[in-house]
């Protein structure tokens, strides 16, 4: 079935090329998502999960489970979820903390939870050498040391992390800390400070997650769901927006020009006004929207500015870059809601430093980082020092989009050669890497260092990764040897 649609829609490309149309095949003629004529339902706000705090220490407890979940309105999907059926909860956590996290492993299956954007030591972070079986738990801890940021955890065993994510194991985390309670941010948490969990799935004809077939999903879930709608009682909105899909990139716009105010870690220095902002699988951005009395607004992906990069038709249309959502609608809010004070103009310093003494090359090939598949026994990189270095990535494959995630670190682009990236101002742990550009990654890491265990750097589009796309360094003290230790 999905072999007919490619067909199809590679002779509108090329019945429209060859009549000198501008090729916008997928635009009207897309396959019709799930649940697309059923009424909105009410946005999910998933629970906002505190743990216990004792002094400066906060323990959390999850657990990794099947269950099934109604993401189409009458359909039960089989799922998986943290602490319930389907995604998980919002883990809270502030800067200075003491987290002790339990993660127990109640699926079929071994899996490991890796704290997206974190900077933590590397065996808590949660790499597949720490995957741990159906049954066991594994209680990683570490100190929160950054800055205020919107992250999110998901599994990451050998080869599975984009099937495990698939099915549903996904979650926000939120980092604050004393100096972001900027005036006219909204951070009443489900009320005007959002959390919006974008996924993607294909199902089968019985309703279950189509595992073949899902990678670029015709049907497009916020918080759990099909065609959801928020009721704003407030004028002002902060959507914080993950993209959790697979490998689709999202093209977010509201059909009004909007604020972003942070990027994956943490604030920008200024709020940016923009008309729609580009997050590839694992970015995250924080919005601030000013909704008007009477009118609805609707959280859309566009098509990709430039295609993304592609020029290749086949790729246009394998990576479906024309495909337009609706994720959310957004109610008129009251008549009476008061305005909202105005939003700060100064939010946190941006302190990056300019230069580096370490500069190393990653050249993203096929299923290849610098012509290496995944090898949990292999280190690729060594990092004896605390500053910070210069990461060169260059895409080198024209027909495929790719991006690039580092653990453990926080990074500034420096420079975009070949290419455009949309949004580069602020700190990012991931990032786009258009067809045959080279980012430039100003990069700061955590400083944790233990020869034992390794931290990776991996193309993000999670099947890209399972297939071998990523790479392992290990932070160590000056001159120090790694000396990985056996998988868990
Ligand atoms: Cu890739």
């Not at 337009?324 to 004070?341: G, R």
């Amino acid at each position: 079935m999905e072999m007919d649609r490619r067909t199809f829609f590679k002779g509108m490309v090329f019945a429209a090329a060859a009549t000198g149309v501008a090729a916008t095949a997928g635009c009207s003629s897309q396959p019709k998502p799930r649940g697309a004529d059923a009424d909105p339902r009410p946005l999910p706000i998933p629970p906002l999960e505190q743990g216990t705090l004792q002094g400066n220490v906060r323990r959390f407890e999850l657990t990794a489970q099947e269950g099934e979940y109604e993401i189409v309105p009458g359909t039960n999907t089989k799922t998986w979820g943290f602490n319930g059926p389907f995604l998980g909860p919002t883990l809270y956590m502030r800067r200075g903390e003491t987290i002790e996290m339990t993660v127990r492993n109640e699926l079929p299956e071994p899996t490991v939870v890796h704290w997206h954007g974190l900077h933590l030591p590397a065996t808590a972070d949660g790499g597949p050498a720490l995957m741990f079986g159906p049954g066991e738990t594994w209680s990683p801890t570490w100190t929160v040391d950054q800055p205020a940021a919107t992250c999110w955890y998901h599994p990451h065993p050998h080869e599975k992390s984009a099937l495990h994510a698939y099915r549903g194991l996904a979650g926000g985390l939120i980092i604050d800390d004393d100096d972001s309670a900027f005036s006219g941010l909204p951070n009443d948490y489900g009320v005007d400070d959002i959390p919006v969990i974008i996924k993607d799935a294909n199902f089968t004809d019985d309703g279950q997650f189509d595992e073949d077939n899902g990678w670029l999903g015709d049907t497009v879930l916020v918080n759990g769901i099909t065609k959801p709608r928020f009721e704003p009682t407030t004028q002002r909105l902060r959507l914080r927006v993950l993209n959790g899909t697979t490998m689709r990139y999202l093209h977010l716009t509201l059909g009004v020009p909007f604020t972003v105010v942070a990027t994956d870690q943490g604030f920008l220095e200024n709020p940016v006004e923009v008309d729609g902002v580009l997050l590839s699988s694992g970015e995250r951005v924080e919005i601030v929207v000013d909704l008007e009395p009477g009118k609805k607004l609707m959280l859309r992906s566009d098509a990709l500015p430039d295609d993304g990069g592609l020029t290749d038709k086949d790729a246009v249309e394998e990576f479906q870059v024309h495909r337009k959502f609706d994720l959310l609608e957004i109610a008129a809010p009251p008549e009476t809601v008061p305005a909202s004070p105005a939003l700060a103009s100064t939010l946190v310093p941006f302190d990056a430093p300019t230069s580096a003494t370490v500069t190393r090359e990653f050249r993203l090939n096929g299923m290849e980082i610098n012509e290496k598949t995944m090898d949990m026994s292999r280190v690729d990189e060594v990092i004896d020092h605390e500053g910070p270095e210069i990461w060169r990535v260059t895409n080198e494959n024209s027909a495929m989009l790719h991006n690039f995630h580092i653990h453990n670190a926080r990074f500034a682009v420096q420079g975009v050669e070949d290419g455009d990236v949309e949004f580069t101002s602020g700190w990012h742990d991931t990032i786009a890497v258009p067809p045959l550009a080279t980012v430039s990654l100003l990069v700061e890491f955590g400083y944790y260092p233990d020869p034992t265990t390794a931290y990776m750097y991996h193309c993000h589009m999670l099947n890209h990764e399972d297939k071998g796309m990523m790479g392992q360094f290990v932070v160590v003290k000056p001159g120090e040897k790694p000396a990985l230790a056996p998988p868990r």
